[in-house]
């Protein structure tokens, strides 16, 4: 598997999956000190910087793509920050996410787009934020929630199958109570995957 990651920090997600043989292609890093450390560990992925101008040419130039994955920012999302929602110029690069996946998709053929972020995003103003980022996913019109959002859910659209759910680091071996969203598109052939009884009846 090969992936784009964005708002890459110091790349948990490569953390994550080099042990499973998976390739960035490209990162997307601002930090002066992230970027070093990511210069540092991997001199070989081009690192594209500022999200907002990344171009379409520069996506191409990447060759396939079968993943985006990022968390865009969490400040004006978070429960602790001044509650913009996707209006914050911060959290509000979430559209340039989007944008950077359509254009991965049309043009290198990425499938998965895998956003993360805090469970605040659930509740900013009051559900409405979520709705759209439901909506943008997916590619569907997801009406603004009269209650709160839960931890996990699935939504159909145009560009695809959307899951979203909340996980703890606890639960996987961290010393820490750490809560996040993750919601993951499948914009490819979602309808011919294994469903879960084909897989139990095969173990």
């Known amino acids: 598997m090969r992936y784009l990651s964005l708002f890459s920090g110091i790349e948990a997600a490569t953390a994550a999956w080099h042990p499973l043989g998976w390739k960035p292609v490209a990162f997307a890093e601002i930090d002066p000190f992230p970027c070093a450390v990511l210069a540092h560990h991997y001199p070989l992925v081009p690192n594209l910087g500022d999200v907002t101008k990344i171009t379409d040419e520069q996506i191409k130039a990447l060759g396939r793509i079968d993943i985006v994955v990022g968390g ?26 989007i944008r950077i996946f359509n254009a991965a998709r049309l043009f290198c053929g990425a499938r998965w787009f895998v956003w993360e972020n805090v469970p605040g995003a659930l ?10 980022i439901v909506s943008e996913m997916a590619g569907c019109s997801i009406p603004a929630q009269k209650e709160p959002w839960g931890t996990e859910g699935v939504a159909i659209g145009d560009r695809g199958l959307l899951e979203w759910c909340v996980l703890d680091a606890q639960w996987f071996g961290v010393a820490q109570r750490r809560k996040r969203v993750f919601a993951v598109l499948d914009a490819g052939d979602w309808k011919g995957r294994p469903r879960s009884e084909e897989h139990t009846s095969e173990l």
Do not use: I, T, W
């Open 123 to 132: 509740y900013s103003n009051r559900g409405g934020d979520f709705s759209v």
């Open 72 to 97: 865009s920012p969490c400040q004006d999302l978070s429960k602790a920050g001044k509650r913009k929602g996707l209006a914050g110029e911060r959290s509000g690069l979430f559209y340039e996410q």
